[in-house]
Nanobody, 120 residues
């Protein structure tokens, strides 16, 4: 089960941190990810983390602005979003999956219910 929180409305240039409590998933193998979707558009992978090594990958659209991290003790995945832009608006989903652990593959993973982010 994946439960996201932390979404909201923010002005351009602002920051938000999304959280995702994960249960029923092994942290030692596979991939954890964030992807987003705007109504009427395709899902877009944002960030992935290799659970074994902790290595991270980001989409070009968020690289340098977003950071994915995790707290193993609390089974929580985070997405720190800085310098937000209106085009970052969308529903953000936390997801878990296996190889390939890529941003492009992230939208195919098992996901939570999503949390809305609106940047104006």
């Amino acid at each position: 089960q994946l439960v996201e929180s932390g979404g909201g409305s923010v002005q351009a240039g602002g920051s938000l941190t999304l959280s995702c409590v994960v249960s029923g998933y092994s942290y030692n193998s596979g991939c954890m990810a964030w992807f987003r979707q705007v109504t009427g558009k395709e899902r877009e992978g944002v960030a992935v983390m290799f659970t074994g090594t902790g290595a991270r990958l980001y989409s070009d659209s968020v690289k340098g602005r977003f950071t994915v991290s995790r707290d193993n003790a609390n089974n929580t995945l985070y997405l720190q979003m800085n310098s937000l832009k209106p085009e970052d608006t969308g529903t953000y989903y936390c997801a878990t999956g296996s190889a390939p652990c890529t941003v492009a593959n992230a939208p195919r993973f098992r996901r939570g219910q999503g949390t809305q982010v609106t940047v104006s």
